[in-house]
């Protein structure tokens, strides 16, 4: 089975502090994602890459940066965080087999507060 | 742009009860279409995919879904609900370019009475 492990699954920083939300899958998929979770509005992407350094912005990248050094570990960087950021954040990760979409597998959350 | 609408936000049933929960879509090509559920405090369970041929899938749990490509729906069905199966249950579209991201719906939250 595919694993996807999010660091950890609850955090609380200050306001104005530099976040670093980590995931990691060992399956050896192309694409990962990060996505936050709201009630009432599903979840959003946030930010995508298809490769070893490379990155995309998703529907709402805004606050928000990304890192992948190596193609297992995808991080999440809040460059300074804010009171509208506490929300469960969500990574996730895919094969990329030809033109298809394939089911992203997911891990188990972050669910972070900032005070 | 591609976007999912699940119009039920919360929905109750009976224990043993069928169940559908419903899911529009709105893309311009062929879809790749999937059935999320997520348990409380845990990150989303894959419950079924459609991609092309049989528009009748079936998933994990006992869940099916129909595709019906003339109403832009994937309605997600069971025939008997377990307490177990409370949970809240995302539809997602699949957009195939780069990265191939997935748009989810807003997701409806499922509560079973025993």
């Known amino acids: 089975d595919v694993k996807v492990t999010q660091s950890s699954r609850y955090l609380v920083k200050r306001t104005g502090e530099k976040v670093f939300l980590e995931c990691v899958q060992d399956?050896?998929?192309?694409?990962m994602f990060w996505y936050r979770q709201d009630p009432g509005l599903g979840l959003r992407l946030i930010y995508f890459?298809?490769?070893?350094?490379?990155?995309e912005k998703g529907d709402i990248p805004e606050g928000y940066s990304v890192s992948r050094e190596k193609k297992e570990r995808f991080s999440l960087i809040l460059e300074s965080a804010s009171t509208n950021q506490t929300s469960m954040y969500l990574c996730?990760?895919?094969?990329?087999?030809?033109?298809?979409?394939?089911?992203?597998?997911f891990g188990d959350g972050t669910r972070l507060s900032i005070l | 742009a591609q976007s999912v609408t699940q119009p039920d936000i919360h929905i109750t049933v009976s224990e043993g009860a069928s169940l559908e929960l419903r899911c529009n879509y709105s893309y311009g090509a062929t879809p790749y279409l999937f059935w999320y559920v997520q348990s409380p405090g845990q990150g989303l369970q894959l419950l079924l995919k459609?991609?092309?041929?049989?528009?009748l899938v079936q998933g994990i749990k006992g869940f099916e879904a129909e595709f019906k490509r003339s109403q832009s729906s994937f309605n997600l069905r069971k025939p008997s609900v377990h307490w177990s199966d409370a949970a809240e249950y995302f539809c997602?579209?699949?957009?195939?370019?780069?990265?191939?991201?997935?748009?989810f719906g807003q997701g409806t939250r499922l509560t079973i009475n025993p």
């Open positions: 399956m050896d998929h192309e694409n």
């Open positions: 459609y991609f092309s041929g049989d528009t």
């Open positions: 997602a579209v699949g957009v195939p370019l780069g990265a191939q991201k997935l748009v």
């Open positions: 890459s298809y490769d070893v350094k490379m990155k």
């Open positions: 996730a990760s895919s094969p990329r087999l030809g033109g298809q979409n394939q089911p992203q597998h």
